[in-house]
């Protein structure tokens, strides 16, 4: 199991910005992160539209962080561009319908479901608790 390369790239791309703390334009943080210009276009609107990262136009134009390193978690970045974690679709799907069990079983009462719910907290809490200031201080 492994986040999508779409987060991952994320990730770098506002680790970079917190290590960084000038402006810098996306030519720029394509190259250090190693992210094609084009997808780190595409996800830097993601984290603008997020409120993570600030975007100015202009000569003087790029990109910055749009609140401070301390404020900003992996499960910020994370969750901006896939959506709330969960470890199975029974856990982060609101109108999914479970086919374990017949009869009166149902997904509400699966142990399946109650597993998944508590790793998927678990996975979220930690997460949560990296911010990007921390990630910046262990160089």
Known sequence: M?????SDYAVRIVYCLAKNPIRMDAKKISEETGVTLRFSLKILRKLVAGGLVRSYKGTKGGYELGRPAEEISLADVIENVEGPYALARCV?????????GTGSSSCGSCKFHHIYSDISRMVRERLSSVKFSQLTKEN
Request: glycine letters at 8%; aromatic letters at 8%; hydrophobic letters at 15%.
């Open 2 to 6: 492994h986040i999508t390369l779409e």
């Open 92 to 100: 982060g799907e609101q109108d999914y319908q479970c086919n374990r």
